[in-house]
């Protein structure tokens, strides 16, 4: 009985955290943000600034960027000719942007 309820108390814990709007990930409020803040150097998965670092799968894979960690870092702090989006943006619009590039790099930002 012991192992029942701590098995029913893990279940509900998983299902809470599960279920936490706060983390869901909005890949079309990622869209917005993308065009709204990033296309302008980024359209279609290039890179007018620095053409050797597109947001294409390739590219990211080679530059350690192919994780939503390592995007959302970027577009939080930037580095070089990027600028920083962290005080411009919510967390969950940085998360929803990275999974959007992700996403897009995936399917060769067609």
Known sequence: MKNFFFGFFIACVALISFQNPAQAIDINNG??????????CHAGGNNVIMPEKTLKKDALA???????????YQVTNGKNAMPAFGSRLAENDIEDVANFV???SDKGWD
């Not at 869209?31 to 302008?40: D, K, V």
């Open 31 to 40: 869209e917005n943000i993308f065009t709204a803040n990033c296309s302008a």
């Open 62 to 72: 080679a530059n350690q960027m192919n994780s939503v960690g390592a995007i959302t």
């Open 102 to 104: 992700l996403g897009q």
